[in-house]
C-alpha cells in the first residue's frame, strides 16, 4: 500500500474545488462571493460534527436503562459541541466582512436559496427537540414548503425519533433519588418554601420605606410566585399549565430536575447536574448565534426580505426567541430556594448519593 498522503487522506481534491462562483458563470464576477461560500462550507463541515456528536448522544441515551458509565462521554462530547459552538459565533465576524454593497453584487443570484435549507441546522434543531410544534408559525411553513422531496422525508423520519429533550426527559423520570422510604421530600421542601416566602411577606409589611401602594405591589408579587410554587407541587395543575405550553418536561422529570439542582453538591448528582448544565449552555449558545445572525443579517440587509422568502431580520428575531429547547431548565430557577433552608436529607440518603470507598485506612 503506497504511504497515505495528506491531499488524499482529507480528500481535499474534492474539498477545494467546490467552489464554483455563480457570479463568475453569469460572467459578473464578484470578488466576495468566494468568502459566502468558503463561509457557509464550513459552517456545514461543523454542523455535521456536531450532528454526529448528537448522533452518538442519543444513541447512548436511547436506552431503557442508560449506562452510568457512558455519562462522562456524554459530558465530554456535549462540551464538544458546546466548544464548536464558540466558533460558529465567532465565524459571523467573516461573514461580515462582507459589505453591504458587495453582497448586492451577488445577492440576486441567490434566490431561492437560502439558509433556510441547512438540513444540517435543521437536523441539529429537532435532535436537540425542536420539533414542528414548537416552532413559530412561518418557521412551521417554510419548513415544508422550501426543501426537496427528500430532504422534507428525511427530516420527517427524524421529527419521528426520539430528542434528547425528550430522552433527557425519560432519563430524569427514572431518577432514583426520589423514592425515599417514609420520607416526603417534596413536602418538605413545600414547607421550607412557605417558610421562605412567610418571611419575605414579614419583611414587606414590616418595610417602613414602602407607602401601602408599593406594599400591596409586592405582596401581589409574592401571591404569584406563592401560585407558580403550588403549580411544580400539584401534578395536575402543572400538567394543565404544560398543556398551555408553560412547560415542556414532565411533572416527574421537573421535580428531578430541580432536586439535581438543589442539591448538585452530593457526589451521585454533581453528574446529572453538569449534563443539565451542558444542555442549558448549548441551548443559549444557539440562542446567541441565532442572534448575531439576526444582527448581521439587518446590518446587511436592513428590512429587505431574505432570499428564501422570510420577512428577514423580523423573522430570525422571532425564531431567536422562540426556537429554545431547554426552556423548563431555565425557568427551574425560578423554583429555588437558598441553600441553607433545604430540607435535610435522611443519612441514608445522603450515604447513598456520596461516594463509596471500601479501602480505606483505619
Ligand atoms: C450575507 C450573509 C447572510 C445573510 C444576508 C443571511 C440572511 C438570512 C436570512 C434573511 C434568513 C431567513 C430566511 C430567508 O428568508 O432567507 C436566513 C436564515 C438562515 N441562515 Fe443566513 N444569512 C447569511 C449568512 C449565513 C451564514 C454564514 C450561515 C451559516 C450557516 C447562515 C445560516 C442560516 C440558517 C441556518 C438559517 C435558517 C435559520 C432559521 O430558520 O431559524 N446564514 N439567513
Redesign the pocket.
Known amino acids: 500500500m503506497d504511504p497515505l498522503y495528506y491531499g488524499d487522506y482529507l480528500h481535499l481534491d474534492k474539498l477545494l474545488d467546490a467552489q464554483h462562483l455563480e457570479s463568475e458563470k453569469r460572467n459578473r464576477a464578484a470578488h466576495d462571493e468566494m468568502v459566502?461560500i468558503i463561509?457557509?462550507q464550513t459552517?456545514?463541515l461543523w454542523f455535521k460534527q456536531i450532528v454526529f456528536e448528537l448522533e452518538s448522544i442519543i444513541k447512548i441515551f436511547d436506552d431503557p436503562r442508560v449506562q452510568e458509565t457512558k455519562m462522562a462521554t456524554v459530558l465530554h462530547r456535549l462540551n464538544r459541541v458546546k466548544t464548536i459552538q464558540w466558533v460558529l459565533i465567532q465565524?459571523?465576524d467573516v461573514?461580515k466582512t462582507?459589505t453591504p454593497m458587495d453582497?448586492l453584487e451577488f445577492r440576486d443570484l441567490l434566490v431561492p436559496a437560502?439558509?433556510?435549507q441547512?438540513i444540517q441546522?435543521k437536523q441539529i434543531e429537532i435532535m436537540l427537540g425542536i420539533k414542528r410544534k414548537f416552532r413559530i408559525a412561518a418557521?412551521q411553513e417554510?419548513f415544508c414548503t422550501r426543501l426537496t422531496k427528500t430532504d422534507k422525508a428525511e427530516l420527517d423520519k427524524l421529527e419521528e425519533k426520539p430528542s434528547i429533550l425528550e430522552l433527557t426527559d425519560d432519563w430524569l423520570r427514572k431518577m432514583p433519588f426520589l423514592e425515599f422510604d417514609d420520607f416526603n421530600f417534596w413536602q418538605a421542601y413545600e414547607a421550607a418554601v412557605e417558610k421562605m416566602l412567610a418571611s419575605d411577606e414579614k419583611i414587606i409589611k414590616e418595610n417602613v420605606t414602602l407607602t401601602d401602594r408599593e406594599k400591596q405591589f409586592q405582596l401581589n408579587d409574592l401571591t404569584a410566585t406563592r401560585t407558580r410554587f403550588q403549580s411544580v407541587f400539584d401534578e395536575s395543575k402543572f400538567n394543565e399549565l404544560r398543556k398551555q405550553g408553560d412547560f415542556r418536561l414532565s411533572h416527574q422529570a421537573f421535580l428531578s430536575a430541580l432536586f439535581v439542582h438543589l442539591y448538585r453538591d452530593e457526589p451521585m448528582i454533581y453528574t446529572p447536574f453538569r449534563y443539565l448544565s451542558l444542555l442549558l449552555d448549548i441551548d443559549e449558545l444557539f440562542t446567541n448565534w441565532?442572534q448575531k445572525?439576526a444582527v448581521?443579517?439587518q446590518r446587511?440587509?436592513g428590512t429587505k426580505?431574505?432570499?428564501?422568502?422570510?420577512s428577514?431580520h423580523d423573522?430570525?428575531d422571532a425564531?431567536t426567541k422562540q426556537?429554545r429547547v431547554f426552556t423548563d431548565l431555565y425557568n427551574l430557577s425560578t423554583f429555588l430556594i437558598p441553600r441553607e433552608d433545604l430540607p435535610e436529607l435522611p443519612s441514608e440518603l445522603r450515604r447513598a448519593l456520596g461516594y463509596f470507598f471500601s479501602g480505606q485506612k483505619k
Open positions: 459566502f463561509t457557509h459552517y456545514e465565524q459571523i461573514i462582507i453582497f437560502s439558509g433556510f441547512s441546522f418557521d417554510f441565532r445572525h448581521m443579517v446587511m440587509l426580505i431574505g432570499t428564501g422568502g422570510s428577514g423573522y430570525l425564531t426556537n
